[in-house]
């Protein structure tokens, strides 16, 4: 079966400090990778999107950046953290071409800079 | 993608049907509906899709109108645990599914 992790599970940071976010998949291969970020009280935002190795698009212009350095592998990066980035974030991945789009969802991790 | 317009917020009794609507009024022709929902401090959970007829499974129903300009997700006898915040989602088949805010449905005892 297939499972999702992301670690860690909570963070808290300085502002201006580095930040590295990882996420694994097992048991399944080639999968369609996502991170969202939920700031307190809103909606979950796409903030990148992957399809394959070193392929990744950005959805929103920010100071972070995302890599996918093996298949089954999404790390979610910043040089610099600012107090606009504490959030909830989540690792979600899928099968290109399944009808029903379903995207799984990591625990997440609960970013908090300071 | 289109986008969705749903209700900020719903209540419902323990054991009644929760019926919650959402508008896509400019959703195309490849686009599905799709229906996630989640609990405080959880990622999303995928409920229920469909394109043009009415679906069901073990968790929900989701019955699209005609025109498909709107549909209403049905879960028929509403527990505790079903308190969560509920998104309607339309996308093509492309795996990118864009979030709103959201319907926070609060089921009461």
């Known amino acids: 079966s297939q499972t999702i992790h992301q670690w860690p599970a909570t963070l808290v940071q300085p502002v201006g400090s580095p930040l590295s976010l990882e996420c694994t998949v097992e048991g399944t291969s080639n999968p369609n990778l996502y991170w969202y970020r939920q700031a307190a009280g809103r909606g979950l935002q796409l903030l990148f999107y992957?399809?394959?190795?070193?392929?990744i698009s950005s959805e929103v212009p920010q100071n972070l950046s995302a890599s996918r350095p093996q298949d089954r592998q999404f790390i979610l990066s910043s040089k610099k953290l600012l107090l606009s980035d504490s959030g909830f974030y989540l690792c979600?991945?899928?099968?290109?071409?399944?009808?029903?789009?379903?995207?799984?969802f990591g625990p997440g991790t609960r970013l908090t800079v300071l | 993608d289109a986008k969705t317009t749903q209700p900020p917020s719903m209540d419902c009794a323990e054991g009644r049907a929760a019926n919650l609507p959402c508008n896509h009024s400019t959703i195309s022709g490849n686009e599905y509906v799709y229906w996630y929902r989640q609990i405080h401090s959880q990622g999303p959970q995928y409920i229920i899709h469909?394109?043009?007829n009415n679906e069901t499974n073990e968790m929900a129903s989701l019955i699209i109108t005609e025109d498909r300009k709107s549909s209403t997700l049905i879960l028929p006898h509403a527990t505790l645990r079903d308190t969560a915040v509920y998104y309607c989602?339309?996308?093509?088949?492309?795996?990118?599914?864009?979030f709103g805010q959201g319907t926070t449905l609060q089921v009461k005892p």
């Open positions: 979600a991945w899928s099968v290109l071409g399944q009808p029903s789009n379903e995207q799984f």
């Open positions: 469909g394109l043009k």
């Open positions: 992957s399809i394959g190795i070193d392929q």
């Open positions: 989602i339309v996308s093509s088949n492309t795996g990118k599914l864009i």
